[in-house]
């Protein structure tokens, strides 16, 4: 079952924040996040483990609440270049990857 | 490192075709997975395989096939082609489930008829 992005769509101004929020219905693994330009394949952003560790972006942060089961990514003070469609990957303890339905982000300057 | 291959990259089929739409990683990854992108469904999962001579089901399997023989190549085959299969399809690759980014392929954009 694939997870549940939220919002669907932002519309920022270039320097401005915005947080896209990933939750899943079963128990996970790691959550994965990744960037897709329009005609490209995805591109990695962020690995985060059970037990709080992180692998990523240097300019992009996120959390991993397990219990819950959710996922924030959190973009601050926006550029043009972040636009995109942001994707949150979960994985479950069979090494199954599965994604959600993605967030379009615009910046605009 | 020419990394995550597909070919081809644009397929016209007629619905009732067969294919094989092929991938091959060259980064010994173990994990490899197969993807459909459908606009508005996100990336949806097909098959995926965690090793050579190990494939399992994903979320939309029905209508395909894989087989691993090799750690490199992971080819999807569509058995008889139908219309709602018309989308672009990645392949990825990754070296295990721990702490390892995931590699997608440039993509097939295919159209069925």
């Known amino acids: 079952q694939q997870p549940v992005q939220s919002p669907q769509a932002v519309i920022l101004r270039e320097g401005e924040d915005a947080v896209i929020n990933c939750s899943s219905s079963?128990?996970?693994?790691?959550v994965h996040w990744y960037r897709q330009k329009h005609g490209e394949a995805p591109v990695f952003l962020m690995i985060?483990?059970?037990?709080?560790e992180q692998k990523g972006h240097e300019k992009i942060s996120a959390s991993f609440n397990e219990k819950k089961q959710q996922s924030s990514l959190y973009l601050t003070a926006s550029q043009l270049s972040y636009s995109g469609t942001y994707f949150c990957?979960?994985?479950?303890?069979?090494?199954?990857?599965?994604f959600g339905q993605g967030t379009i982000l615009t910046v605009h300057p | 490192n020419a990394g995550v291959t597909q070919t081809p990259k644009f397929q016209v089929l007629k619905t009732g075709q067969s294919m094989t739409l092929q991938c091959a990683q060259d980064m010994n990854h173990e994990y490899m997975s197969w993807y459909r992108q459908d606009p508005g469904m996100g990336l949806r999962l097909i098959h995926y395989s965690v090793g050579a001579g190990i494939t399992d089901q994903g979320e939309v399997p029905n209508g395909y096939n894989v087989s691993r023989s090799t750690t490199e190549d992971f080819p999807l085959r569509l058995l008889s082609a139908a219309p709602s299969q018309t989308s672009v399809y990645f392949c990825a690759s990754r070296a295990t489930r721990s702490y390892n980014e995931q590699f997608f392929g440039p993509g097939t954009r295919l159209t069925v008829l």
């Open positions: 079963k128990a996970l693994y790691s």
């Open positions: 990957g979960t994985e479950d303890f069979e090494g199954k990857l599965t």
């Open positions: 985060l483990l059970k037990g709080g």
